[in-house]
């Protein structure tokens, strides 16, 4: 079975100039979220150019900012307490406090600083960040879109080079929402007053969007009438 990194490898070639370019995201994510839209493409081609620096929350709300400027949602980290429910059933819980989300951020970004080398074994280590990084829910909104686009910059650090141009997004809003929310659930014990966290599940998971992620970069390209 062809691997991600050889999928990858092959399919970043046939990508058109104008694509790198990021002329074209936008036949690349298409628009999924019910709520209000959120600047996806300016955050992706603000991470393109940093693509070289490290993870650190400055980087993380500067991104947040370019993802939300112009809209009626507040960038920045929370100010106030919030209560995560899950739409699918009753659950709910409360995230890390607002007084405690920028340490717990900045936290994150030094226990994962070993991303910011290209080694791509460490996509698992990639979607750990992504399931910690959700928990913490460190924006007031936004943080779904703001976490993909994080493991998107994280993958492409990592050594997957088509992974900016990657319909993560539209994938998961348009066939794995609820899934996503359920695996959620199951992985993110500590954060119900269970411990320890299970990431197992959520990995097996978001490989699975990943690849179908590829599958659709795939057929964008071909539909490009790109010959691969």
Known sequence: MESLLEKDLALFPHLMESMH????????????HPGEALHETEALRFLMRHKEDKLTVPLILAADQV??????ISAGFK????????????DFYIPVS???????????????????????????????????????HPMTNGNGRLS???????????????ALYLPLDGVLYSQNRRRMHQRIRQASGCYYGQKPME?????????????????CLEITIQEFNLVL
């Open 148 to 162: 993909i686009l994080l493991t998107q910059f994280l993958m492409q650090k990592n050594g997957y080079d088509c």
């Open 199 to 215: 990431y197992s599940t959520f990995v097996s998971f978001m490989m699975k969007v990943i690849e179908q992620a590829y599958s």
């Open 21 to 32: 370019e990021f002329h074209h995201l936008t036949a690349l994510f298409p628009v999924c």
């Open 79 to 90: 100010t106030r307490r919030i209560i995560v429910e899950n739409s699918y059933n009753s």
């Open 98 to 136: 607002p007084e405690d989300t920028p340490s717990a951020v900045a936290a994150l970004c030094t226990q994962y600083s070993f991303l910011n080398e290209k080694n791509p074994d460490h996509i698992s280590d990639i979607l750990h960040f992504l399931l910690d990084f959700i928990c913490i």
């Open 67 to 72: 993802l939300k400027e112009g809209t009626r």
